[in-house]
């Protein structure tokens, strides 16, 4: 099994999304100790996890990255 | 107290032993190996109550004695020493390329590390400082050791940064000794003089009495690579070889990590600080391409989470920062071994050069993976049973920007060293690179501290790393319990949907060859650049105004200030007159101004 093949990137996408909505699912079943609040709300550590993760994706590469990134010879020259 | 006179600390075996390794020659290799598990013993075989001083002019130092934390640093850097030493053997012989570098290489790192344990076993500021600085020797010639261009500069500009760090500290040392000596207090140099963190300390809302407190925080700083202050560590780490870049990952920062807990702990600006190193570390990370050099921005980040412990002060937040050091110590060595492997089959070290090793580096790659789960803090490895100790102490403190910035910088750890690093790496797109696994003294070395992460990550199996905290619990009740159902769920959707964040966004993720600048900019292009066409045209139009002013003096007062140069010589020099003429002037303008209320 190569990992480069098409079906197995795809068969690993199906697998990994099942997965993720199981652990969505097992939000239910466990009784959360929330100390802010938000932070015993459903699946909350599910988007969270997305949400900042994609936020600091995309400020590194656009606004941090827009400013500050350089071809890797800059020092060199 | 026992106390002893003659009984060296632990880390002068490693010293020692560091230095006279080149006289052994052929034995050398294996007693490399030895001298780390002989400091080991000894640190366990010391009485827990053992002092021992040594006279040193009119001051007594204490070179040895047990502080809350010394026992798990001062084992973690000894068994450091012994996994970076078994990995930089030089199987390939003394007279390879190799060997050659690691007769310069490994005493340099055996001087670092046994200075950092030294440090840890310090009972007075000075001894303390004197091992610091010690450390950034023995550091700096490991960044050299590695004998390239590059490692050549990035070790002069960490050297620099190390010693103006030294001075800033040395500074806030004596100005604080001098103000107790003038309230006539005892033993100035006693470490319990220094612990302004539990005295009150707070950094924030600090007095003009509080300079002293502030250098010798800013001095320590420097070396916990705390943003703008830590450039050096991503500029200088990765320029070392595949085995010194090992050793640099876990002594500065760590040892930076072990004396804030002892001088500064329960500051609150550390929290603050400790946040700005994790989100800085994944930001930076993020956006880099060389592998080496992504791990190195982790560090920060990972030491942010230490460093944000410290500041919350409560016994878990500490008792988390130096678990947290012991576990990170070990998968930090073994990412960078991993990396370093694929760096010495390959010579290749960009993303973009790189992808599909796990065709051919299978064990590198289990093992990189491990070390990746490991940093993530993934259920059933070290990270789980440490870190979540310091987000627990931030819950139990209500103090929710802390908690929210943790909890994120979390699922970004996943991110950018957890997937990333492996990711691009050993899989992404086929770079049709087909190296072996490295030679078996690296093999045995990464699979010796996968299997600490993953051991120390078992249930049962992590509470001998709990009893040796520093706010051990009483008898019959345990320390922390990180596996709960809710902890484990949590943490798992945490990472595993930063993960789906991650191949979500890889097209915006997609590497270049680029870098990013950081605040080593300000003296690597600033400076350089100011000199060149700020300083260097405006003292050349000096020159020629001060020229025609003295042109205009009589010959006698000419000559006092003034030595014409030469015939034919390339500078100008000012005569003694002059300087002291200018001194003198800038010494009256301060006491005008000192007198301007």
């Known amino acids: ?77 | 107290m026992t106390e002893s006179v003659g009984l060296p600390p632990p880390g002068v075996i490693l010293i020692l032993g560091g230095l006279l390794l080149p006289l052994l020659r052929r034995a050398a290799p294996a007693v490399a190996l030895l001298l780390p598990l002989l400091t080991l013993g000894y640190i366990w075989a010391l009485p827990g109550d053992l002092s021992v001083t040594l006279p040193f002019m009119d001051q007594q130092l204490t070179v040895l004695s047990w502080q809350p934390a010394t026992r798990v640093f001062a084992t973690i850097f000894a068994l450091m020493a012994f996994g970076g030493a078994l990995f930089a053997h030089p199987i390939t012989g003394l007279a390879s390329e190799r060997g050659k570098r690691w007769r310069v290489e490994l005493p340099a790192a055996f001087v670092y590390a046994g200075s950092a344990i030294c440090v840890t076993f310090a009972g007075d500021i000075l001894t303390l400082f004197m091992f610091w600085e010690l450390m950034a020797v023995g550091s700096t010639a490991v960044v050299w050791s590695a004998g390239t261009e590059g490692s050549a500069r990035a070790g002069m500009r960490y050297a620099l940064v190390h010693l103006v760090g030294g001075v800033v500290l040395m500074a806030g040392i004596l100005a604080h000794v001098f103000a107790l000596q003038s309230q006539g207090v005892p033993d100035p140099l006693a470490l319990s003089h220094f612990a302004f963190g539990p005295a009150g300390f707070d950094a924030l809302s600090c007095g003009p009495g509080d300079v002293a407190a502030w250098l010798i925080l800013l001095g320590v700083l420097v070396n916990a690579a705390a943003p703008p202050l830590g450039a050096w560590l991503a500029d200088a780490y990765p320029e070392a070889s595949e085995s010194g870049t090992v050793f640099l990952s876990a002594f500065t920062t760590k040892t930076a990590v072990y004396v804030l807990m002892l001088l500064f702990a329960g500051t609150e600006l550390l929290i603050y600080v400790g946040l700005a190193m994790a989100v800085y570390g994944i930001v930076y990370a993020i956006l880099e391409n060389d592998m080496r050099r992504i791990l190195a921005y982790s560090i920060v980040n990972q030491v942010g989470f230490m460093v944000c412990g410290i500041g919350i002060g409560t016994a878990m937040a500490l008792n988390g920062a130096a678990a947290h050091a012991f576990a990170h110590i070990i998968y930090k060595a073994l990412l960078l071994m991993s990396a370093g492997s694929v760096l010495y089959m390959t010579g290749k070290r960009k993303c973009t050069d790189l992808g599909g090793l796990y065709h051919s580096m299978p064990i590198t790659m289990v093992c990189g993976i491990v070390g990746a789960l490991a940093i993530s803090s993934f259920p059933l490895t070290s990270g789980f049973v440490t870190k979540s100790m310091i987000n627990q102490a931030a819950a139990d403190q209500h103090l929710a920007l802390a908690w929210f910035v943790l909890t994120a910088a979390s699922a970004g750890v996943f991110l950018h060293a957890g997937i990333k690093f492996p990711w691009f790496v050993f899989f992404q797109k086929d770079s049709g690179l087909r190296p072996p696994d490295p030679p078996w003294n690296m093999r045995a070395a990464m699979i010796f501290f996968a299997a600490l992460c993953v051991l120390l990550g078992v249930p049962g199996v992590y509470q001998p790393l709990y009893a040796i905290l520093p706010f051990p619990a009483p008898a019959d009740v345990e320390l922390y319990v990180p596996y709960t159902g809710a902890h484990v769920l949590s943490q798992l959707q945490l990472l595993l949907f930063s993960g789906l964040a991650f191949f979500v966004l890889l097209p915006v993720l997609k590497r270049t060859l680029t870098i990013t600048l950081d605040s080593d900019w300000f003296y690597r292009t600033l400076a350089p650049a100011s000199w060149k066409h700020l300083l260097s045209p405006l003292m050349r139009a000096f020159g020629e105004v001060r020229d025609g002013f003295i042109g205009g003096l009589p010959d006698d007062l000419k000559r006092l200030v003034y030595s014409p140069p030469a015939e034919e010589s390339w500078f100008r020099e000012w005569g003694l007159g002059g300087a002291m003429i200018t001194i003198t002037g800038i010494l009256f303008v301060y006491l005008v101004l000192g007198f301007v209320p």
Do not use: N, Q
């Not at chain 1, 098409?6 to 199981?22: E, F, K, N, Q």
């Not at chain 1, 699946?43 to 400020?59: N, R």
């Open chain 1, 1 to 77: 099994m190569k990992l480069e093949d098409p079906a197995t990137i795809r068969m690993l996408w199906v697998v990994s999304l099942v997965v993720l909505a199981v652990l969505v699912a097992a939000d239910a079943a466990v009784e959360h100790h929330p100390h802010f609040g938000v932070d015993g709300g459903f699946a909350f550590h599910a988007w969270y996890g997305f949400a900042v993760c994609a936020g600091m994706v995309l400020v590194s590469k656009f606004v941090v990255g827009l400013l500050l990134k350089r071809r890797d010879t800059y020092y060199d020259d």
